[in-house]
Each structure stands twice: as structure tokens, then as C-alpha cells.
């Protein structure tokens, strides 16, 4: 099975600057795409940052400028620098990632997501 695990969340005044890593663990035969999304309280779920299939990136137009995505193909672990936080920045970021891996012996791709981990930006 796949396992995406996060880390790197918590509490950071604005202005502050976080860094998430997220690694993806298990029978992964390939990643297709990975990235990170939000979803603050009362809010829908949404794109942050993400790698496209293509190795493209993606951002929100909230974030571009403040938030750099970035990988290490060699760990399957993706990281999100976050700078110049905002309180509008406060939620729980989700990592997700489509995989290609291998159940019963036979392959198959399925869409992944980590526990989430929060950050919160508050003076």
C-alpha cells in the first residue's frame, strides 16, 4: 500500500515562514503527480501547489510569489517553502499524489492523500 505522510506544520506569526515536506512510502512504481492542497474551516478543499505529470508546476494565484514547491525524486518527497504568510494562509494542508503501484499483483493508479498537517499564521 501507499503512504503519504506530512510534517512541517504549526503556528508562525505573519510575515513567518514554514517549510512541508511530504514523502510518499509503499509499492509506488511511479508518480504521476504530487503536490499540496488547503482546506480552511468552513472553506472548500483547494490546489496550493502541485507537479504536473509533464514535471510542470502549478500554483494558486494566492500563493504565487510567497510559496515555492519543490522535489527529491530519489526520497518521493515533495517539500512547499511557504514565505511572507498571511492569516488567510491559516489551514490544514493536505499532500496528495496519483500513483502508479501494484495491489494483488496486478498495477493499478490511484489518487493518494496524506493525515494533513496544520498551519496556522496568527500574531
Known amino acids: 500500500q501507499v503512504q503519504l505522510v506530512e510534517s512541517g506544520g504549526g503556528l508562525v506569526q505573519p510575515g513567518g515562514s514554514l517549510r512541508l515536506s511530504c514523502a510518499a512510502s509503499?509499492?509506488?512504481?511511479?508518480?504521476?503527480?504530487m503536490g499540496w492542497y488547503r482546506q480552511a474551516p468552513g472553506k472548500q478543499r483547494e490546489l496550493v501547489a502541485a507537479?504536473?505529470?509533464?514535471?510542470?508546476?502549478n500554483y494558486a494565484d494566492s500563493v504565487k510569489a510567497r510559496f515555492t514547491i519543490s522535489r527529491d525524486n530519489a526520497k518521493n518527497t515533495v517539500y512547499l517553502q511557504m514565505n511572507s504568510l498571511k492569516p488567510e494562509d491559516t489551514a490544514v494542508y493536505y499532500c496528495?499524489?496519483?500513483?502508479?503501484?501494484?495491489?494483488?499483483?496486478?498495477?493499478?493508479?490511484?489518487?493518494?492523500w496524506g493525515q494533513g498537517t496544520q498551519v496556522t499564521v496568527s500574531s
Open positions: 509503499g509499492s509506488i512504481v511511479k508518480i504521476n503527480t
Open positions: 496528495n499524489a496519483e500513483i502508479k503501484t501494484i495491489g494483488a499483483g496486478l498495477p493499478w493508479v490511484g489518487a493518494f
Open positions: 507537479f504536473t505529470s509533464g514535471g510542470s508546476t
